[in-house]
């Protein structure tokens, strides 16, 4: 038999870093003709586990397997690797799965060092976004090899938006002609069931429905063009048709990926609330926050009929903060923020009255030379320069969110201060960095990833420091596929250690 030597006595990283690792110096589990590899033997019909994942042995090295009982997370595994034999204990499909990953990385030829591993994940919803709009460069292969790193590096979620390239039968003339195939929807949907994410599809309810109002049939479903001549992206809120048409949509791409608990429907970014002479009327009573927050609850009611439990971006709420009481509860609000890089943070973003970015007057002052990278190049990029603490007194809006500002108030603010708003009025948060968003800042022509590194761990700090249940990094704008990968890694290395 041919045998290679390990060729190094160090053990090799493993992303995401384990929780708990005590490897033995040298010594090697010598497992011979033990293989990792998911294609071999799982057609005999040997049992789901083994189908997810399977194992085997030829010179009978003993391996064994059992359920973890009182393990600290339904995820978590345990794995004691001597050089007689491999003890694999696990919580779930998903626990023994993640062992599973952790031995292949572990591998060095077919030895594997010996030790004790104890691992669990720090948050249970830890997942990744892609926009799969025509514009973007994704092909099928490109979506099915991120689905896969994502499992391979112990995500568990994936938040898909296709926007005009799902394949739809009830609006055939919506899909564009790079959209995928059922074929290729089914394939997304095994990759996922073979590494055990869950997919959350994206379907906008509102605003961002621009590929739908490229059609000039489909314009009677939409907010009247803005005064400029641009058409409006946004579905009118008070046309029952409209709301018709995005259950159906909806509702075609539930049952493309019908093992998701979750239905995200955007919300995020309506631009033309009020345009219309009927929205108008009634934001003229009533107020454009009444007219968002009582479509939303239409929308979430509907979703919560088909089975799911619906999510939104939160900008629209934060910008009528007094609103929050009137959203129902079980909404839960994915707060999107990707200039935030550190806690406490010299810049916050904003939403109240209408403000974006921004940065206290006292930071500006000698032209941001007291910030460090990559916080001084954003505050020079992004920011508005405020008197925080006049902008936190500025309306009853803001004073709702004072609270939450910090001990640093009024030179920096506590990071992602919005998330302990929404937490205190009941709600359920998902917190929402990103590796590719507003890449404005661009260095050398490639995204600044110093900046987006630093968002996502900021925000993986703030999720499991406040218990939040998930967090999901999104991903925007037309890079190639291949640059999300390094952001991909960074928010499963975050969310699942300590
Ligand atoms: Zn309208």
Not at 354 to 382: C, H, W, Y
Not at 443 to 458: D, E, H, S, T
Request: hydrophobic share 35%.
């Amino acid at each position: 038999m041919r045998k290679n030597l390990p060729f190094t006595v160090t053990a090799p990283h493993v992303l995401p870093e384990m929780r708990y690792c005590k490897l033995e110096n040298g010594k090697y589990a010598d497992t011979a003709e033990f293989f990792l590899d998911k294609k071999a033997d799982c057609t005999k019909g040997k049992g789901r586990l083994e189908k997810l994942f399977p194992f085997r042995q030829k010179d009978g090295f003993p391996f064994l397997v059992e359920k973890w009982e009182n393990a600290p997370d339904k995820e978590g595994y345990f794995l004691e690797i001597t050089t007689e034999k491999i003890v694999l204990k696990f919580a779930s499909a998903r626990g023994y799965l993640h062992a599973c990953r952790t031995l292949k990385q572990l591998r060095n030829g077919s030895f594997i060092p010996c030790g004790i591993i104890e691992d669990y994940p720090a948050l249970p919803l830890r997942g990744f976004h892609v926009n799969l709009a025509s514009c973007r460069q994704f092909e099928e292969d490109d979506v099915r090899a991120l689905l896969e790193k994502a499992g391979k590096f112990k995500l568990n979620t994936f938040l898909l938006e296709y926007n005009e390239r799902f394949p739809f039968s009830s609006h055939p003339a919506i899909s564009s002609c790079n959209a995928f195939t059922k074929e290729d929807v089914r394939s997304f949907e095994k990759i996922c069931a073979e590494n055990a994410i869950e997919i959350i599809p994206l379907v906008q309810c509102l605003g961002h429905n621009a590929h739908i109002n490229r059609l000039e049939e489909y314009g009677k479903y939409f907010e009247p063009d803005f005064p400029d001549g641009r058409k409006s992206a946004q579905l009118c809120p008070l046309n029952e048709e409209s709301y018709t048409l995005f259950t159906t949509l909806a509702e075609e791409i539930m049952q493309a990926h019908p093992n998701g608990k979750y239905l995200h429907i955007g919300g995020d970014e309506a631009r033309s609330m009020g345009a219309c002479p009927k929205c108008q009327e009634y934001v003229q009573k009533y107020g454009e926050g009444k007219l968002y927050v009582e479509y939303i609850n239409k929308c979430a009611a509907f979703v919560r009929n088909c089975g799911r439990i619906p999510i939104i971006w939160d900008d629209m709420l934060s910008r009528h903060p007094d609103l929050m009481e009137k959203m129902d509860k079980d909404i839960v609000i994915m707060v999107w923020d990707y200039w935030t890089t550190s806690d406490p943070s010299p810049i916050t973003v904003f939403r109240p009255a209408g403000r974006g970015i921004v940065t206290d007057k006292s930071m500006a002052e000698g032209n941001f030379a007291k910030l460090e990278q990559p916080e001084k190049l954003i505050a020079e990029t992004f920011a508005r320069v405020e008197e925080f603490e006049t902008l936190a007194e500025s309306n009853e809006g803001s004073k709702i969110f004072s609270t939450y500002l910090g001990k640093d108030f009024p030179q920096k603010c506590t990071a992602f201060p919005f998330v302990d708003l929404y937490k205190d009025k009941g709600f359920t948060v998902i917190g929402a960095p990103t590796t590719l968003g507003n890449t404005v800042d661009d260095i050398y022509g490639l995204p600044n990833f110093m900046r987006f590194r630093k968002n996502i761990f900021a925000y993986a700090q703030k999720c499991k420091k406040y218990s939040l249940s998930g967090m999901i990094t999104t991903s925007w704008y037309d890079f190639p596929p291949e640059i999300l990968e390094m952001g991909l890694i960074c928010t499963a290395n975050d969310l699942w250690t300590k």
